[in-house]
């Protein structure tokens, strides 16, 4: 990939967030291509074509087999956006009918505080159901014609409601490794419960907790450019200097101000975020880690070549997240060095509780809302 390709796709992401006006020179279709490589490995192809569609100077645009395909690849997106919007709906509307409270996290949240919320590339549907642990695994279970559990994770569950859609159902939105920490995380969780008026969470609860999904995917496999672009627009939507403050309490208090500081630098370096925007003074050298892992690692990690060891069983993953996991301990030492042990905890929480199997269904056994 060369240098040349990489300034145009940084080029673009200025342009789509409105930082930048025009491309600084032409560049070769070869260029272009490559650029759209880095765009499907960040998962950002179809928020960098509304950059395209804004490019006054047509002599600055790729040829029209290149724009094409850009194209294409974006209508992609908007079609799968579009299906995940109304299947996030369904979800919500499943939930309310059944008694339970609930709200839809990140990617199909964060997306209404797009420009063009369908250009944001969806992944899985995450919803948070208050009701706690129990009450939620014995739904899961009832709603299961097996009585098992699938996916279990500390803060979630998965289940089958829609066919060919991911559901994760949270318990908690989200954890955090060390137990005092984790602890805090349930105290700043339960100040932004679900209640069956809301189906998203407010702006408050994202200023900290969308951080906290960028902090740990740096801290896991690696967090991509989509994730940081979620970051920017939230904090786009403003806030008072009394939110500010109370944003940067929760955010030490969850151990994330360097990590925080680091990404301040890349929104508003990378992106363009203005300083009015920022919640806290950016930290260049951590900022320039936080990028080069971003570059290295592409969106969740599919594009780390690295050699960190095999996923094949549960014991090399173990061992390939903990090298990781000392790689990172210069930058985020708390998390780092309780992931192992919580990690441990974990399996064998999930053994005795005998909820490691998380088998394949067949269409048969999917049921929908």
């Known amino acids: 990939m060369s240098q040349e390709s990489k300034d145009l796709f940084f080029e673009l992401l200025l342009i789509a ?5 025009q491309l600084s020179r032409k560049y070769s279709d070869q260029q272009w291509s490559e650029a759209l490589v880095i765009a499907a490995q960040q998962t950002l192809t179809g928020v960098l074509v509304t950059a395209i569609e804004v ?3 047509k002599a600055l645009l790729p040829s029209r087999p290149i724009y094409m395909q850009w194209l294409g690849n974006s209508q992609i997106v908007e079609q799968k956006a579009s299906k995940m919007t109304k299947a996030a709906e369904a979800v919500v509307s499943f939930f309310h009918k059944k008694g339970f409270a609930c709200q839809i996290l990140k990617g199909c949240a964060v997306a209404r505080y797009y420009p063009h919320p369908y250009r944001r590339s969806f992944g899985d549907i995450d919803v948070w159901v208050d009701g706690g642990r129990k009450k939620v695994y014995d739904f899961a279970r009832s709603f299961d014609k097996d009585g098992m559990l699938y996916g279990v994770n500390y803060h979630h569950v998965h289940l089958h409601l829609i066919k060919g859609t991911h559901v994760e159902v949270h318990i908690w939105p989200s954890y955090l490794s060390s137990p005092i920490r984790n602890h805090r995380l349930h105290q700043f969780s339960n100040l932004y419960r679900p209640t069956m008026e809301t189906t998203m969470p407010c702006l408050a609860f994202d200023r900290v907790f969308i951080l906290l999904h960028c902090y740990q995917h740096m801290s896991g496999n690696g967090v ?7 970051y920017f627009y939230v904090l786009r939507q403003g806030f008072t200097e009394e939110e500010r403050i109370d944003t940067v309490k929760w955010v030490k208090k969850l ?3 360097r990590f925080a500081a680091g990404l301040m ?5 990378v992106f363009g975020l203005e300083d ?9 050298k951590e900022g320039r880690f936080i990028l080069n892992e971003i570059l290295l690692t592409g969106n969740m990690g599919h594009s780390d070549k690295r050699s960190w060891g095999s996923r094949k069983s549960a014991f090399s993953r173990f061992f390939r997240n903990l090298r990781r996991d000392f790689y990172m301990v210069r930058h985020y030492p708390h998390e780092a060095l309780w992931q192992p042990f919580f990690s441990l905890w974990l399996y064998f929480w999930r053994l005795s509780k005998g909820l490691l199997k998380d088998r394949k269904r067949s269409s048969s056994s999917q049921r929908k809302v």
């Open 276 to 284: 009015k925007y920022l919640i806290m003074e950016p930290d260049e």
């Open 265 to 269: 630098w890349v929104l508003r370096d």
């Open 55 to 57: 490019i006054g100077d």
């Open 17 to 21: 967030t409105g930082a930048k006006k």
């Open 224 to 230: 991509g450019l989509r994730q940081v672009m979620d």
């Open 255 to 257: 151990g994330m101000g």
